[in-house]
């Protein structure tokens, strides 16, 4: 056997703190080793072209590179061996840079450290067993979870793009956030004219089909070959007769539900259809509120309804559909105002949130676009704006910037003096964030043009005095103490991860956040792919975005879906379980452990009980070999024997 | 009820201007089953004067105490005053969080203090420990006329990593003690604002100012007295009510009562044994108390004679619906 070793500098990020040639000279010492060197940059084409060369003249059959972490390079290197005729699996990369030379300062120890590295690398590739793929059909169907705009422009680009597209909407209109502005920063165009013929077009593509008011139930599968389960939940009103009248809607007698799509900005019926270009335009029941539901007697909808859509007994419905990627968009969420003590945490009726203030400021909104003060109705005159509420805050968890609200609310003070010439608006801010395209030129009109004051600090506290509202706050630039009685505070509060983030991470296996935001393959290189192959992301369930944002990731998204579908066959990856037959004892423990459903029962010919993995379902993860009781599952790649040649390249010195 | 013991440090404040605190404390405990004991030889506890020098010396002040309070054989300690509660607290702070403020602490002492006790206010024992249930049962007189601010001063529940206890922002802990003993309670948002503190002295006006704000308000939401938990909330609150209205032309005569004395009050004890005598605004005339019994009755006349206006109401709004 024929061990070539390589040893990469990368620049000063090793050589700076590794003594590389020392590495490359103990190197050489190792039993198997044949070649060893080092080099300034392995990863680059001459750098590459030193290890076939080497494997040419030296005669090498296995292949360890000393470099950075085998998530950057290890594809890059496998080929390289490839390309020289040894089999991708007889290559090994140490990591010697994020796990030695950026951790430790000390060269001597980490030149030991690396040293241990090469030769545990040395005695795993010597162990090595060639290994090959099999390729696997793909179902070019593509999933996307949410109809905001970025899950919506994700869709479109998919469909146009001749994919089968399925889309999940949890509520029982696609739109989203975006749906319920009034305007958008900094062009100030109306939301709902730029998004209603992009809602128009998800609802008329042939290509697309909507489960609005659905969520998944579960997710099954792998990259290429899902199977998704959908829950359908009822709606109470058969979607197939409803015509979207809304006769339900006015004669409902129950005039108190919470209105979900106006965040509560003012009550809502029972049933209802959430707004005027609502996609489906269907209405639903919401049953906590509901008359026949609470109290089991009313009936009225089902009275007026002139096509007898009304059905009180639907029950929720599971569909399965196949697809083949998975395009997360599942958006956010704000903090609720009760986390807001200090700020009367939702006792102040006229105390309200951004998103309630936007619905009062929307034609289609609960005042037909009319400014008022919850608690009395009245038009205010004074409007205090306060940013950065729970953002930028460690007590509320919240250490992070929400991103859009310095915009929105510049946005909101501007629509402000136009809806009311005569008011002044009051704007609280820890820094003015407004870095994209005319963002900043914007945030400056608001002040310059609209007269809206700006003041630099926080607010201690609101308390009622009368009819107004005190907003006590500090003044930083003038270092004084400012009191503002004002008609109606809006908070400009934090944006969180959206409902049931985390579980839904869970069902994709994907990996989320502390804040439960979804994590990106690369924060810089690969910022829509996940790292489960198969699923990727658009939108703010990755992090607080704004409309240009969210719809760029929806298409980069799109273009990822369309690359992995421009082929019919997808390689497998060969480093999975497998069961050795003969010394399985058909206990099946690793059928219960496996967290894949990846292995089933299986009889031989002779009758005999074994387990036996579906290799295109296995993901890799090792954890039936763990608890195999006969060692008799084995992980590819990574065997018993593998392991410990690693653990004993370390111990015995 | 179990009957409970707690290590009980009084203070400086409550045996001079406050002594109508510790006179209630001491009655609303005794009929609530729980004892109080007294440690022997207590001294300062290190507050503002001392802390304002060293926090060294103001930590070894209170660590006496406590120190005192762990050869008692006791791990709580009660204290009705949150400037003292806060001394303890600091100090339990510090020389848990660092084992060289501990030895620099204890350095100065002739007992050690191994770290052995927590502190925790009247009010926190007897919202938690003691609960509102076993207060409610204890309650034998309303006080109708009585609708109260509840005033919890700035450090009861704050700092939040060290006071550890209610809400920092909105603390509720006093408001449902009261309303456990059957007392009206008006929303009030200056629960937690400055009273002005001990700077009675050196800036009276300011005091004056800061003073004003929190009765107006108190007035403002309806509140005929403001209860208190806190003796230098009570005097500025109090003693310097006529002062307030001199220097900010008021006309306030709101009493400013102790929650421990309003407890008492609905516990049917003498007014007298309350040291409600000791304030300066008088609280009679809101306090006027019938029995439970009396009250009950009236309450449920004034529901009968409603009744038949709503069952009308209702059966109208349901042919309506039909």
Known sequence: MRVGVFICHCGSNIAGTVDVAKVAEEARKMPGVAYATAYMYTCSEPGQKEITDAIERDKLDRVVVAACSPRMHENTF??????????????????????????????????????????????????????????????????????????????????????????????????????????TFPTVDCSICILGPKMVDVAQHDLIKLHAYSEIAEIKGYVGNYQIKIRKKPTYVDWTKCTGCGLCMEKCPTKNAYDHFNFGAAPTRAINIPFPQAIPKKATIDPEFCRQFVKGKCGVCAKVCPTGAINYEMQEEIITEDVGAIITATGYGLMGIENFKEYGAGRYPDVITGIQYERFLNASGPTSGHIIRPSDHEEPKTIVFISCVGSRDKSLGVPYCSNFCCMYIAKQAILTKDHIPDSQSYVFYMDIRSPGKGYDEFTRRAQEEYGAKYIRGRVSRIYPKGKKMVVRGADTLLGTQVEIEADLVVLGNAVVSAEGAAQMAEKLHISYDTHGFYVESHPKLRPVE????????????????????????????????????????????????????????????????????????????????????????????????????????QLQHFTDNQLLAEVNAICQK | MAEKEYAYFCGCSLEGTAKEYDESIRAVMKALGVGLVEPDDWSCCGSTPAHTVSHVLAAALAARNLSLVEKMNKDVLTTPCPSCLMAFKKAQHGMTGSEEFKVEVNELLDEPYNCGVESKSSLQIIYEDIGLDAIAAKVTHMMPDLKVAPYYGCILSRPPEIANFDDPENPVSMDNVLMAAGVEVADFAFKLECCGAAFGVPKREMVNQLSYKVLEMAVDAGANCIAVACPLCQQNLDLRQGQVNSTMGSRFNIPIIYFTQLMGLAFGMSPKELGMDKVFVSADKITRRITKAEYEKIKEEEAAAKKPQKAKKEAAAEETNN
């Open chain 1, 530 to 633: 996940t790292n489960t192959s198969g699923v990727y992301l658009a939108g703010a369930c990755q992090g607080p975005k704004d409309i240009p944002a969210s719809v760029g990731q929806g298409s980069a998204a799109a273009a990822k879906v369309l690359a992995l579908f421009s082929k019919d066959m997808l390689e497998s990856d060969p480093a999975i379980a497998n069961v050795n037959i003969n010394t399985c004892v058909g206990c099946l423990k690793c059928v219960k452990t496996c967290p894949f459903q990846a292995i089933v029962e299986d009889t031989l010919r002779n009758g005999k009980k074994v387990a036996k993995v579906i290799e295109t379902v296995c993901a890799g993860c090792g954890v039936c070999t763990s608890t195999c009781p006969c060692g008799a599952i």
């Open chain 1, 78 to 183: 496998r080929r390289t061996v490839m390309k020289a005729g040894l089999n991708r699996y007889f290559f090994e990369q140490a990591n010697i840079r994020e796990h030695v030379s950026w951790i430790g300062l000390d060269k001597e120890l980490n030149t030991k450290k690396a040293i241990d590295e090469v030769r545990m690398a040395v005695e795993k590739v010597k162990r090595n067993k060639p290994l090959f793929s099999t390729s696997f059909k793909v179902n070019k169907r593509v999933l996307v979870l949410g109809g905001g705009v970025a899950g919506m422009q994700a869709a479109i680009d998919c469909a146009d793009g001749g994919l089968e597209v399925i889309m999940v909407e949890k509520s029982p209109s696609i739109g989203g956030m975006m749906a319920r502005l009034d305007k």
